[in-house]
């Protein structure tokens, strides 16, 4: 009796491979999403599962991969923020842009995700998939929905201080957590008429110091008050039928994957709970049908 559900998995960096465990607990009671839609991590993991991965074997798979190696990329995301402010010194003394420049990080990451999603386009998949990102010239988003799997995901992923903007048909997109990091008005436009949003966000940082912890802590502020807006237009719709869970990944850092068991864990737990959810808005919905039944 869920009708139509629609999964929108949110920006978080590696906090967001708790999606993986979501996907297993669904995976496991026989619930699937007939839409999904995610930004950054969550439209990663989105392309995975929409071209059919096992999530459970997926998440053992990425636990033994070293993703930082892989990458090329350190554990923290303030040490590649510094990183990449140093690269900016220099751009500014050479001319270089990186419009003109190839990046070698984006392609592992390109070659990384079309590995893992079997090399498919949109058209292949069963399951309609939205990527979010954002137009770094406009700032307009947008939702990639054709073309190579791997492209729209690493463009969607594409974090400022860790991945250039990524190339798109005369765009250059960024990180769709920029504009949508938790995007539960996609699956509702695509047709869905109950929405699971799984919000992985960067909490806040208690007692900032740092110049860079003021920094970092200013786009966690406007990103959470940016996304609680947006739930709240979806909820004016959907009511109930929208379902909002928070895995227990807040002590994750952005670029911490060695604890890929960790957010998985936590993902599992709370896709567990979600079904339960799930089950008991199912039971009230054939309720409420049943009664009206009765009436008439």
Same mark, same amino acid.
């Given at each position: 009796?869920?009708?139509?559900?629609? =999964?929108?998995?949110?920006?978080?960096?590696?906090?967001? =491979?708790?999606?993986?465990?979501?996907?297993?607990?669904?995976?496991?009671?026989?619930?699937? *999403?007939?839409?999904?839609?995610?930004?950054? #991590?969550?439209?990663?993991?989105?392309?995975?599962?929409?071209?059919? +991965?096992?999530?459970? $074997?997926?998440?053992? =798979?990425?636990?033994?991969?070293?993703?930082?190696? #892989?990458?090329?990329?350190?554990? /923290?995301?303030?040490?590649?923020?510094? $990183?990449?402010? @140093?690269?900016?010194?220099?751009? +500014?003394? /050479?001319?270089?842009?990186?419009?003109?420049?190839?990046?070698?990080?984006?392609?592992?990451?390109?070659?990384?995700?079309?590995?893992?999603?079997?090399?498919? $386009?949109?058209?292949?998949?069963?399951? *309609?998939?939205?990527?979010?990102?954002?137009?770094?010239?406009?700032?307009?988003?947008?939702? =990639?929905?054709?073309?190579?799997?791997?492209?729209?995901?690493?463009?969607?992923?594409?974090?400022?201080?860790?991945?250039?903007?990524?190339?798109?048909?005369?765009?250059?997109?960024?990180? @769709?957590?920029?504009?949508?990091?938790?995007?539960?008005?996609?699956?509702?436009? #695509? @047709?869905?008429?109950?929405?699971?949003?799984?919000?992985?966000?960067?909490?806040?940082?208690?007692?900032?110091?740092?110049?860079?912890?003021?920094?970092?802590?200013?786009? %966690?502020?406007?990103?959470?008050?940016? /996304?609680?807006? +947006?739930?709240?237009?979806?909820? /004016? %719709?959907?009511?109930?039928?929208?379902?909002?869970?928070?895995?227990?990944?807040? &002590?994750?850092?952005?670029?911490?994957?060695?604890?890929?068991? &960790?957010?998985?864990?936590?993902?599992?737990?709370?896709?567990?709970?979600?079904?339960?959810?799930? $089950?008991?808005?199912?039971?009230?919905?054939?309720?409420?049908?049943?009664?009206?039944?009765?009436?008439?």
């Amino acid at each position: 009796m869920l009708g139509s559900l629609g =999964l929108a998995l949110g920006g978080g960096g590696a906090r967001g =491979l708790a999606h993986a465990g979501v996907l297993t607990a669904l995976q496991e009671e026989g619930i699937a *999403p007939k839409f999904v839609a995610g930004a950054s #991590m969550g439209a990663i993991v989105g392309a995975m599962y929409a071209v059919s +991965q096992d999530m459970r $074997r997926l998440s053992q =798979l990425l636990d033994a991969l070293d993703l930082h190696e #892989m990458l090329g990329i350190s554990e /923290t995301y303030r040490g590649m923020v510094e $990183r990449t402010a @140093g690269e900016a010194v220099i751009e +500014q003394f /050479t001319g270089a842009s990186w419009r003109r420049k190839p990046s070698p990080r984006r392609e592992r990451l390109c070659a990384f995700i079309d590995l893992l999603c079997k090399g498919k $386009r949109f058209r292949d998949l069963d399951i *309609p998939l939205g990527c979010i990102t954002a137009d770094v010239d406009t700032g307009e988003e947008v939702v =990639l929905r054709s073309g190579p799997l791997a492209h729209a995901a690493a463009a969607s992923a594409s974090l400022p201080g860790v991945l250039p903007p990524f190339p798109w048909r005369g765009r250059y997109l960024i990180d @769709g957590g920029v504009v949508n990091n938790l995007p539960a008005d996609v699956p509702l436009s #695509m @047709g869905a008429d109950t929405v699971l949003a799984v919000d992985v966000s960067a909490p806040l940082v208690t007692a900032p110091e740092g110049t860079m912890d003021v920094l970092l802590q200013s786009y %966690t502020i406007t990103a959470r008050r940016l /996304t609680q807006v +947006q739930l709240d237009l979806v909820r /004016t %719709t959907l009511g109930d039928r929208l379902i909002v869970i928070r895995p227990k990944v807040d &002590e994750i850092g952005m670029l911490e994957f060695h604890r890929v068991g &960790e957010a998985v864990a936590a993902g599992l737990e709370a896709g567990r709970e979600a079904v339960r959810q799930l $089950r008991e808005l199912s039971a009230d919905a054939y309720s409420t049908i049943s009664d009206g039944e009765k009436r008439s």
